[in-house]
């Protein structure tokens, strides 16, 4: 199973930056997001296609539908910049899917 | 708060092999499982497995299968993680991480340990 993210977004500071993964019918899997500053682990941002685990803020939302799930960061700040990983569960291969990632870059 | 420290960095041959340990705490460890994820340099995210820290029940990527294994120590709280064989390919970084189910997101990662291979 097969995850394509964009290899790169660029937004302005304030301005809402949409993130999406694409996955043949992803919309029937539960898709997790992963920020990645450079140099550190990752952190989990989005869980099960649009929760939010407790410290993120809620300028961190995402949704899944068809064959593309998205994340949305509204009012980017600086600090957002960084890698973003969706994820999955293949269940016809029981292996974790990571798309490639996305490099965010607040301009 | 959980936390998951992993131990530091290796230099390894070709052809040697590499033991990576992670030692969790703030959580009940036996009540979740740790996946391994590696990254190599400029590069993304690679599941390599997951084990139960409960059962010791493991599901490894197929790519890995004939070369990892993964253990947990209860009694510790220590994960670890074995890769035989390596080559030039196997440079990157290795996370442990805490992951309910194999299928569960990953919730809390390690720092991270940088395994070189060189000759």
């Known amino acids: 199973y097969v995850l394509t993210q964009s290899f790169s977004v660029s937004v302005a500071p304030g301005q809402t930056a949409r993130i999406t993964c694409g996955g043949n019918n992803i919309g029937s899997k539960s898709v997790h997001w992963y920020q990645q500053r450079p140099g550190q682990a990752p952190v989990m941002v989005i869980f099960d296609d649009s929760d939010r685990p407790s410290g993120i803020p809620e300028r961190f939302s995402g949704s899944n539908s068809g064959n593309t799930a998205t994340l949305t960061i509204s009012r980017v700040e600086a600090g957002d910049e960084a890698d973003y990983y969706c994820q999955v569960w293949d269940s016809t291969t029981d292996h974790r899917v990571f798309g490639g990632g996305t490099k965010l870059t607040v301009v | 708060q959980v936390q998951l420290v992993q131990s530091g960095a290796e230099l390894k041959k070709p052809g040697a092999s590499v033991k990576v340990s992670c030692k969790a705490s703030g959580y009940t460890f036996g009540n979740n499982g740790v996946c391994w994820v590696r990254q190599a340099p400029g590069q993304g995210l690679e599941w390599m497995g997951w084990?139960?820290?409960?059962?010791?029940?493991?599901k490894h990527a197929q790519k890995f299968r004939d070369r990892v294994t993964m253990t947990t120590d209860t009694s510790t709280y220590t994960a670890y993680m074995e890769l035989r064989s390596l080559t030039s390919d196997d440079t990157a970084v290795y996370f442990c991480a805490r992951a309910g189910g194999e299928w569960e997101p990953i919730d809390y990662w390690g720092q991270g340990t940088l395994v070189t291979v060189s000759s």
């Open positions: 084990i139960s820290a409960y059962s010791g029940n493991s």
